[in-house]
């Protein structure tokens, strides 16, 4: 069973960054890992995704150009940047993972294609 934990949430201003992190306990060489997030009342949205394998990488249109995901694949951990912070990024952000065989690279964005998820970080945007 693998154990992912975000980390790296906070309050921050319009304008600011944020570097999420997704620490998983084990061997994700061969996974797809995704970042979503979710705001109450809302479907979960994909917004990122990366293969670690090749280090592919995935944005949705809403986001691209503001955000930066990233692996060390040394430390099994994957990392969201989020840069020009919005008030509607507001959300709580988790990270998913899932072995490559369970994910086609244009289906990143499927929730239900990812066997574990993380306990979410908070990201709140405000002035």
């Known amino acids: 069973q693998l154990r992912l934990v975000e980390s790296g949430g906070g309050l921050v201003q319009p304008g600011g960054s944020l570097r999420l992190s997704c620490a998983a306990s084990?061997?994700?060489?061969?996974?797809?890992v995704g970042w979503f997030r979710q705001v109450p009342g809302k479907e979960r949205e994909g917004v990122s995704c990366?293969?670690?394998?090749?280090?592919?990488?995935y944005y949705s249109d809403s986001v691209k150009g503001r955000l930066t995901i990233s692996r060390d694949s040394a430390k099994n951990t994957v990392y969201l940047q989020i840069n020009s912070l919005k008030l509607e990024d507001t959300a709580t952000y988790y990270c998913?993972?899932?072995?490559?065989?369970?994910?086609?690279?244009?289906?990143?964005?499927?929730?239900?294609?990812?066997?574990?998820w993380g306990q979410g970080t908070q990201v709140t945007v405000s002035s």
């Open positions: 998913a993972a899932t072995p490559r065989f369970r994910l086609r690279g244009s289906n990143w964005f499927i929730e239900g294609r990812y066997q574990f």
């Open positions: 084990g061997f994700i060489m061969d996974y797809y």
């Open positions: 990366i293969s670690n394998n090749d280090g592919s990488t």
